[in-house]
């Protein structure tokens, strides 16, 4: 990356941005927070429409899971705390991971983990407060990015008949929604397993039951289907015997048909979205103001700066032209911020004329003049 005097860095951030001024620091922090406090434009909302019309308008290709024989769109919301220990910011408390900060919820769409929904909540908020309402928003904006069939998945933090509801009455939804026990008997689902489902064992002490149970529910136009996995082992990894079994029991409700094993496996492809999480923390956790409102702001326009990132990547990928290769299907935003964004280049200003001079023999030049001339 190259150091610019600070005439060059104006220069370069208004050729780029296509703006006439650029705004000092301090001017910046004072209009975030008066666009924070502004009640006739909703700000958030705005980034959240926008940032769904670039994907989709730009055509960035979204990857969806084969259940059966659809393809569905997933649409994994999770929260995941911000450490913001040690300030005295509005909203800082204590969060479920036991550090001071905040606790905001995100939701992503497809493979490639494009930002779609985005809350800001004070950290000892629980997982489920208004989790319907954001569920819904999700939804609301998924449908402007991709006409597809999504596949909603969410952890046992959000086990609530009120996402079910909103599951169902959403046209061209699934779900995958973990079961909170909430101190259910282990034994009881033991038993169940052994009924209803099928027995498979992975090694000498330890077998599995996997299946599924149908049963009406109050409220619902169709039956609920449930999916267990229930682990008993009577000898731990290393071989040694155990006194008394120990019975592992996961519950998830769906709407999916297909085999109890495919919903879990597909289940157990949401944990991709704690890396999405990390590449946004990377930059993002420590929020730089003071106030809610504008740390909230703040959240959302990187969370639009983030589906830029990852839409560049993505275009990255379209061809073999880049000297990262191999059997890469996603680009971490931290690698195409250090060989895209921070690429090396001599900005240089005649005859009116602004031109960035690039090096005879930059490795990623032929990617970065692929990727502007598809979005330029």
């Known amino acids: 990356m190259i150091i610019l005097s600070p005439s060059a860095k104006t220069l370069y951030f208004q050729t780029c941005l296509g703006v006439r001024k650029v705004p000092s620091s301090p001017t910046l922090r004072q209009r975030l927070d008066a666009a924070a406090q502004t009640m006739d434009a909703n700000w958030n909302e705005i980034l959240l429409q926008e940032s769904a019309h670039l994907i989709r308008n730009v055509n960035a290709p979204v990857t969806g899971v084969a259940a059966g024989e659809h393809t569905l769109i997933p649409l994994d919301i999770d929260v995941s705390p911000f450490d913001n220990s040690g300030t005295n910011k509005d909203g800082v408390s204590l969060t479920y ?27 000892s908020t629980h997982s489920q407060k208004d989790g319907a309402d954001f569920l819904r928003e999700s939804i609301h904006y998924a449908r402007r990015m991709t006409s597809e069939r999504l596949l909603v998945r969410m952890d046992s933090a959000h086990d609530s008949l009120e996402n079910l509801q909103v599951s169902h009455a959403e046209t061209d939804v699934d779900y995958i929604i973990k079961v909170n026990l909430r101190g259910a008997s282990k034994d009881s689902w033991l038993r169940i397993a052994e009924d209803k489902g099928i027995l498979c064992e992975q090694r000498p002490g330890k077998t599995e039951y996997v299946g599924a149970i149908v049963f009406p529910q109050k409220g619902f136009d169709c039956n609920l289907r449930q999916v267990f996995r229930v682990i008993v082992r009577t000898i731990d990894r290393d071989g040694q015997l155990l006194l008394l079994p120990e019975v592992e029991v996961n519950v998830y409700w769906t709407s999916l048909t297909c085999s109890p094993w495919r919903v879990i496996e597909l289940y157990r492809d949401h944990g991709t979205s704690e890396k999405f ?21 703040i959240l959302h326009a990187g969370l639009f700066a983030y589906n830029l990132l990852r839409i560049m990547g993505q275009e990255s990928l379209r061809e073999d032209d880049a000297p ?53």
Not at 332 to 355: F, L, P
């Open 97 to 123: 991971k036991g550090t001071f900060g905040y606790a905001p919820i995100f939701a992503y769409l497809a493979q490639e983990g494009y930002g779609v929904n985005v809350q800001l909540r004070e950290g």
């Open 324 to 376: 990262i290769r191999g059997q890469v299907k996603r680009r971490r935003i931290r690698t195409v911020i250090q060989n895209i964004i921070y690429i090396a280049a001599r900005v240089s200003r005649h005859a009116r004329q602004t031109s960035f001079n690039f090096g005879q023999y930059s490795p990623w030049l032929n990617t970065v003049r692929r990727i502007y001339q598809a979005f330029a």
């Open 277 to 297: 999480h990390s590449e946004l923390k990377t930059d993002l956790e420590r929020l730089p103001a003071g106030k809610f409102d504008t740390n909230d702001l």
